[in-house]
Nanobody, 123 residues
Framework: QVQLVESGGGLVQAGGSLRLSCAAS????????MGWFRQAPGKERDIVAAISWSGGWVFYADSVKGRFTISRDNAKNTVYLQMSSLKPEDTAVYFC????????????????WGQGAQVTVSS
């Protein structure tokens, strides 16, 4: 069974930085597309960033372009989301997800999901 575990969430002041990590086990990580999604209370879960199995394709939501960076280390079965210049509107639960198809920006195509990590940005 594929399992994904997020870590690195927490409380940070506006303008600060956090790095989220997602450790994968139980599957062929190097063939999975990986994505980060977030969900604020009362809102739908939306994509934040995604990266293909090779790292050759990346996607960012317009709201985070220039501030967030997704990366992966296939040797460590880990995907990262470096978040900088954080804003209060970035506050959400952040979810890591894996796509057996290898890449994609639609949450409906993702096959495996972590439990989420809370990120709170204070003003």
């Amino acid at each position: 069974q594929v399992q994904l575990v997020e870590s690195g969430g927490g409380l940070v002041q506006a303008g600060g930085s956090l790095r989220l990590s997602c450790a994968a086990s139980g599957g062929t990580f190097s063939t999975f597309g990986m994505g980060w999604f977030r969900q604020a209370p009362g809102k739908e879960r939306d994509i934040v960033a995604a990266i293909s199995w090779s790292g050759g394709w990346v996607f960012y939501a317009d709201s985070v372009k220039g501030r967030f960076t997704i990366s992966r280390d296939n040797a460590k079965n880990t995907v990262y989301l470096q978040m900088s210049s954080l804003k209060p509107e970035d506050t959400a639960v952040y979810f890591c997800a894996a796509d057996r198809g290898g890449w994609g920006s639609d949450l409906r195509q993702y096959d495996y999901w972590g439990q989420g990590a809370q990120v709170t940005v204070s003003s």
